[in-house]
């Protein structure tokens, strides 16, 4: 089982691709759309509910863009009290907000969602088109 930690538009894609890949059952998906004030009870009641999950922190922004600079020290230190790890999947840091290319684009996407769902990226090659 596993929790993806998400906030903004990217959840679509994470649906979307969890049912095409019938992944429902094996994927849970919780929408952090506040992160300040950081809603530390409600994340922390999900992970309680899911004790055996993998929890990951997902975005389609790069790592030194988006939520995951402010929301990974909140993380860390709410899940340090239950002695349970955070991992990370999106894409990697980079100077500009967009590659440029669409191909590339998708090529990242492609990984991340792989990444976040925990799955090849060759079982993605239906649902994105690049």
């Known amino acids: 089982m596993v929790i993806l930690y998400i906030s903004g538009k990217v959840y679509y894609d994470l649906v979307s691709a969890r049912k095409h890949l019938n992944l429902d059952s094996r994927v849970a998906i919780c929408r952090v759309e506040q992160i300040s004030p950081f809603p530390?009870?409600?994340?922390?009641?999900?992970?309680?509910?899911?004790?055996?999950?993998?929890?990951?922190?997902?975005?389609?922004?790069?790592?030194?863009?988006?939520?995951?600079?402010?929301?990974?020290p909140r993380l860390k230190t709410l899940l340090a009290k239950q002695e349970r790890l955070l991992k990370y999947a999106g894409r990697k840091p980079s100077a500009s907000p967009a590659t440029g290319n669409k191909y590339t684009h998708y090529v990242e996407l492609k990984s991340f969602i792989a990444d976040a769902l925990n799955v090849r990226k060759a079982d993605l090659d239906a649902f994105i088109c690049g």
């Open 40 to 72: 530390y009870d409600l994340i922390e009641k999900e992970c309680l509910k899911y004790d055996k999950a993998e929890l990951i922190w997902s975005q389609e922004e790069h790592k030194n863009m988006g939520a995951w600079g402010f929301v990974h």
